[in-house]
């Protein structure tokens, strides 16, 4: 039997009813990751994951769906009326498999099987409330992920110090972060082999070719489309998107 937050989640995808604070009451991280599963079944293939180390917290993990990742510039569509958010993270690719977890030298072998990348994720929301939901629900919701947008990639990136960032945002006309930013959990590898450790077979494990986005430079601002989004991190290159706006869209 299909759990209903599954079908409540796809058709919130497809223009329907959000889902209100209430669907989070009772739920466990073991109910949170079957319904992740059971929704990339419907919508994969997976094309990566989001991830974050919060202090004192579990690592929250959710998948993005292939279909979401786009190649700087891009244009996405965005339900009209809604706000998105903008964030300008850290990103990695995986261009080997990855190293068994166990290794004396996993994260040597890690650090040699990605490459890094600028990323914007547009932050989108199948949630009543997204800026007052609580934990729970935002994961069952995948972390709010409506798409990423990537950047060049810099395969030899071991020169590029991750723990810290330069970087510039402009949305539309105004300019929201010029200068040294904040790396969510202080090391935005860390935060992939973090990752790496735990993900398992999860909506299919970590494989060549996806991506994994460490956490927003910038915060999480919202804002209201049609607007253009310019970004950049030093040392390492140039992101843009552009959201519209459209009707009833499926994420």
């Known amino acids: 039997m299909t759990d209903p937050l599954v079908e409540a989640l796809i058709a919130a995808r497809k223009g329907g009813p959000k889902l209100p604070e209430t669907a989070g009451e009772g739920l466990t991280r073991a109910r949170i990751f079957a319904v ?6 419907r919508l994969g293939p997976v094309g990566g994951f989001k991830v974050a180390c919060p202090p004192d917290a579990p690592i929250v993990i959710a998948p993005i769906m292939a279909r979401d990742i786009h190649d700087s510039p891009a244009v996405i569509t965005c339900e009209r009326g809604a706000e998105v958010g903008i964030e300008l993270e850290y990103a990695f690719r995986l261009t080997a498999p990855p190293p068994a977890p166990d290794l004396p030298d996993f994260e040597t072998r890690l650090k040699e099987a990605v490459e890094l990348l600028p990323a914007f994720e547009l932050v989108q929301s199948r949630l ?40 510039w945002l402009r ?25 790496a450790r735990v993900i398992g077979t999860h909506c299919g494990g970590l494989k060549v ?8 430079l910038n915060g999480l601002p919202w804002v209201m489309p049609p607007l253009t989004a310019q ?5 390492l290159g140039d992101v843009a998107l552009r959201s ?4 009833g869209v499926s994420h």
Do not use: Y
């Not at 996806?210 to 956490?215: A, D, E, K, M, S």
């Not at 970004?231 to 040392?235: D, E, P, Q, T």
């Open 171 to 195: 949305l539309g006309s105004e300019t929201l972060l010029d200068g040294a930013a904040q790396v969510p959990g202080g090391d935005a590898f860390a935060t992939l082999c973090a990752l």
């Open 244 to 247: 519209e706006t459209g009707q």
């Open 231 to 235: 970004g950049r991190i030093a040392g």
């Open 209 to 216: 070719g996806h991506v994994v986005i460490t956490g927003s």
């Open 128 to 167: 009543a409330d997204p800026k007052g939901a609580g934990a729970a629900l935002k994961m069952l919701d995948n972390q709010l992920n409506g798409a990423v947008v990537l950047g060049a990639p810099l395969r030899d990136w071991q020169g590029v110090d991750v723990t810290r960032a330069g970087a």
């Open 36 to 41: 992740q599963e059971a929704v990339a079944a």
